[in-house]
């Protein structure tokens, strides 16, 4: 996972990222713009509806949103309203590791079943892709992120399960202080 994070850093540019849960939690390994990280954790299945506020309310602003299999599963319908909103500026990732990994490990519904290329097709994502091999979405990356949004792309991952209860975790908090807000508005304001 962390590796097809690194990649998205890479080609982001100036975009606005918006990683949820597990990759969340990656993400902060790999960012070199935290300025422009909106990390959304504790609201699994949210993150997509922010990243299209964003990209509603800046349009001239790229978003890119790291999601996982399980949380845009809880949240489906917002395929469809991405799609009838059509932000040209999304760039919409799905890591689809088959599980929860975040809460440790349960299978997601369908596991290894869904494709979620074709369910923002039948949206109406303007385009969607499915990736099984990191060098593969590599050598795709500026195509895809010149490509007209709202675009979705599916990358098969391995599980990286946490196993530790929640309650004894050592979580590091999201930073939310007001200057990290002040930071994101600036940001965007930019």
């Avoid at 993400?27 to 997509?48: C, F, H, N, Q």
Wanted: include cysteine.
């Amino acid at each position: 996972m962390v590796d097809a994070l690194r990649l998205i850093e890479e080609h982001r540019q100036d975009a606005v990222v918006v990683p949820t849960m597990t990759a969340g939690q990656g993400w902060r390994r790999v960012t070199g713009a935290e300025s422009l990280d909106l990390p959304i954790s504790g609201a699994m299945g949210k993150a997509s509806s922010v990243a299209l506020g964003i990209c509603l309310a800046r349009p001239d602003k790229r978003v890119i949103l790291v999601d996982g299999d399980g949380s845009l599963l809880m949240n489906l319908g917002t395929l469809v309203t991405v799609g009838g909103q059509a932000p040209e500026n999304l760039y919409h990732f799905v890591l689809d590791n088959g599980v929860y990994a975040i809460t440790g490990g349960q299978p997601v519904p369908n596991a290894g079943k869904v494709s979620f290329m074709t369910l923002a097709r039948g949206a109406g994502y303007a385009s969607a892709f499915e990736f099984e091999d990191l060098e593969e979405l590599a050598t795709s990356m500026d195509r895809l992120m010149s490509a007209t949004g709202p675009v979705l792309v599916s990358l098969k991952t391995e599980p990286e399960v946490e196993n530790t209860p929640l309650n004894l975790r050592p979580r590091g908090r999201v930073r939310r202080t007001p200057e990290v807000i002040k930071d994101i508005k600036q940001a965007l304001a930019g």
